[in-house]
């Protein structure tokens, strides 16, 4: 379905041919695939076999069977196509062309287009799913609504990391603490994931939202990934991608209980307290100095530990990550006393 809606989003060729449609208060059914399992259900018609512009698929639809295009929708293939498909499949629409529309995109893998002449609305059909097409100007208002949320609950997110960091420094983190972050991120991701679907719908006129949207979600992955390798229990990446996935699968209902969330993801040792007290690795302590996911990668695999790269000199450290040794010097001074690397086992914030 984000494929199909992609293909129909404003500033692409498809979406001017069906906007073209509803100004002409014209309906039309539109197939978009000639293979073979299409061809089978199509009655009739004549083969056009063009290639594809928004003129010639407004004009076409003033015949009254389907249009037929090709699956890049570079081309025309067919038009004033009789469409047979199994009218036993089931279908919740009541109009001849909708009905026709989601039996064939139920029985064919391909995107189904519907355009209603009578209500002025285009709903795309793929597979079991239904999306009808909402005006620009108010998936544009839900778009900026839901980027509100997701500043406000990213400032939440931002404000429980600094405060998990600072406890980390006194050595008193929770795993009660640190679930509550995990818990934000999510929330984070999921609003992010809503504003994505309506930037799929809004093609081209959604670019500067995109351009707000990578700004906020600019290093949450990043940090959840180094946050469940601190602290889940084993570290390991399957585990670790195992854990995200619970994480994401959880219902809204049981993400808002911090305790469920830590249960959940096995933070700790079995039968943990989820008032306990936990050490974290180091993992984002490391991050932060080396700044890059990949160079990480690279010390751990020359060092062979998070604990052997932060108890070498800034010399040993500097060349494994091949970064100059004044940033990392100047990393390192910027630790906490008692942080990891400095005999410690707590990672502090760096300046």
């Not at 199994?86 to 909708?98: A, F, K, M, V």
């Not at 949320?149 to 009660?176: C, F, M, N, P, W």
């Not at 690279?298 to 970064?323: I, M, N, P, Y």
Request: glycine residues 10%; proline residues 4%; hydrophobic residues 40%.
């Amino acid at each position: 379905m984000t494929e199909a809606l992609m293909a129909v989003a404003p500033g692409q060729q498809l979406r001017a041919g069906l906007d073209r449609i509803l100004l002409a208060d014209r309906g039309a059914l539109i197939v978009v695939g000639d293979g073979p399992a299409v061809l089978a259900i199509c009655s009739g018609g004549f083969l056009v076999d063009a290639e594809y512009s928004p003129q010639r698929l407004s004009e076409l639809a003033k015949m009254d069977g389907a249009l037929i295009l090709a699956a890049d929708g570079s081309r025309i293939a067919r038009a004033n196509v009789h469409l047979v498909p199994d009218p036993s499949i089931p279908t919740g629409e009541t109009g001849t062309r909708h009905r026709t529309a989601e039996r064939v995109a139920r029985s064919i893998d391909v995107p189904v287009i519907s355009v209603s002449e009578d209500f002025s609305t285009i709903a795309v059909y793929r597979g079991n799913e239904r999306h009808q097409l909402r005006p620009i100007a108010d998936v544009i208002d839900r778009a900026n609504q839901a980027l509100a949320t997701l500043e406000r609950y990213k400032h939440r997110l931002d404000g429980a990391a600094s405060q998990l960091l600072a406890r980390e420094i006194g050595e008193d983190v929770s795993t009660r603490e640190v679930a509550g972050v995990l818990q934000r991120a999510e929330m984070v991701r999921r609003i992010a994931e809503e504003v994505e679907s309506y930037l799929v719908e809004l093609g081209d006129d959604g670019r500067m939202l995109q351009l707000q949207l990578e700004e906020l979600m600019g290093g949450v992955d990043d940090e959840r990934r180094m946050l469940l390798r601190d602290y889940l229990r084993p570290a390991r990446a399957p585990y670790l991608d195992e854990a995200l996935d619970r994480l994401a699968g959880m219902a809204t209902s049981e993400l808002s209980d911090v305790g469920r969330v830590a249960r959940e993801l096995g933070l700790g040792d079995e039968g943990f307290d989820v008032d306990s007290r936990v050490v974290p690795r180091g993992y984002r302590v490391l991050a932060r100095l080396l700044a890059s996911p990949s160079v990480l990668e690279r010390v751990l695999e020359h060092f062979g530990s998070v604990e052997e790269a932060l108890r070498s000199s800034d010399e040993e450290l500097a060349s494994a990550a091949g970064l100059p040794l004044g940033d990392v010097a100047r990393g390192r001074r910027g630790r906490a006393p008692g942080s990891l690397g400095e005999g410690g086992s707590v990672p502090a914030r760096h300046g």
